[in-house]
């Protein structure tokens, strides 16, 4: 069972930044792709980037501004976030995947981790 912990979460002011980091435990990192989920208020979880064998992946509306990264000796991925704005706000999830590609589905995510809250101010 993997366990995955959030951190990096916050206010921030459109065109700011943040950097996200999620530490993985309970099984071999490297292994495994890794993904960034968001959730805003009313909405449906929606998938952010992922970063597995094949490289990383991201959703349009990101693309050229969040750049997802892993450390595997520190079994940590991350997300940096910049130029920031109103409607990228809301709950990030990380989520540690089933295989080791990257996918942009959420039933190909085994773990999930409790949550992040980012709000971008305008």
């Known amino acids: 069972q993997v366990q995955l912990v959030e951190s990096g979460g916050g206010l921030v002011q459109a065109g700011g930044s943040l950097r996200l980091s999620c530490a993985a435990s309970?099984?071999?990192?490297?292994?495994?792709?890794m993904g960034w989920f968001r959730q805003a208020p009313g909405k449906e979880r929606e998938f952010v980037a992922a970063?597995?064998?094949?490289?990383?992946l991201y959703v349009d509306s990101v693309k050229g501004r969040f750049t997802i990264s892993r450390d595997n000796a520190k079994n940590t991925v991350y997300l940096q976030m910049n130029s920031l704005k109103p409607e990228d706000t809301a709950v990030y999830y990380c989520?540690?995947?089933?295989?080791?590609?990257?996918?942009?589905?959420?039933?190909?995510?085994?773990?999930w981790g409790q949550g992040t809250q980012v709000t971008v101010s305008s």
């Open positions: 309970g099984r071999t990192f490297s292994s495994y792709a």
């Open positions: 970063i597995g064998w094949s490289g990383p």
């Open positions: 989520a540690a995947g089933r295989r080791g590609w990257a996918s942009n589905l959420k039933y190909e995510y085994a773990g």
